[in-house]
Nanobody
Framework: QVQLVESGGGLVQAGGSLRLSCVAS????????MGWYRQGPGKQRELVAG???????NYAASVKGRFTISRDNAKNTVYLQMNSLKSEDTAVYYC??????????WGQGTQVTVSS
């Protein structure tokens, strides 16, 4: 069983920055495709950014150029650096880990609130 624990959320003014972290338990973190998802009020959960085992990244169009996903396999941690935050970025952000057989794990979520 893998546990994902997010941190780094909070309240920030528009234009500000936050860095989310997600620490995974277990010793096979490097084999997981990692991602950050978010769910805003009244919206469906959506993919924000993903990073493969080889370090390739992909981003939602709405965050491209503002957010950066990275991973540190030695620390079992994936990060999401969020810059130039907008009110529409307000959401609960979830860490996701996908195994090679496509089974997925989810964190409990961390709230990000951007005030305009």
């Amino acid at each position: 069983q893998v546990q994902l624990v997010e941190s780094g959320g909070g309240l920030v003014q528009a234009g500000g920055s936050l860095r989310l972290s997600c620490v995974a338990s277990g010793s096979i973190f490097s084999t997981f495709v990692m991602g950050w998802y978010r769910q805003g009020p009244g919206k469906q959960r959506e993919l924000v950014a993903g990073i493969t085992t080889g370090g390739s990244t992909n981003y939602a169009a709405s965050v491209k150029g503002r957010f950066t996903i990275s991973r540190d396999n030695a620390k079992n941690t994936v990060y999401l650096q969020m810059n130039s935050l907008k009110s529409e970025d307000t959401a609960v952000y979830y860490c996701n880990a996908k195994r090679i057989d496509s089974y997925q794990y989810w964190g409990q979520g961390t709230q990000v609130t951007v005030s305009s």
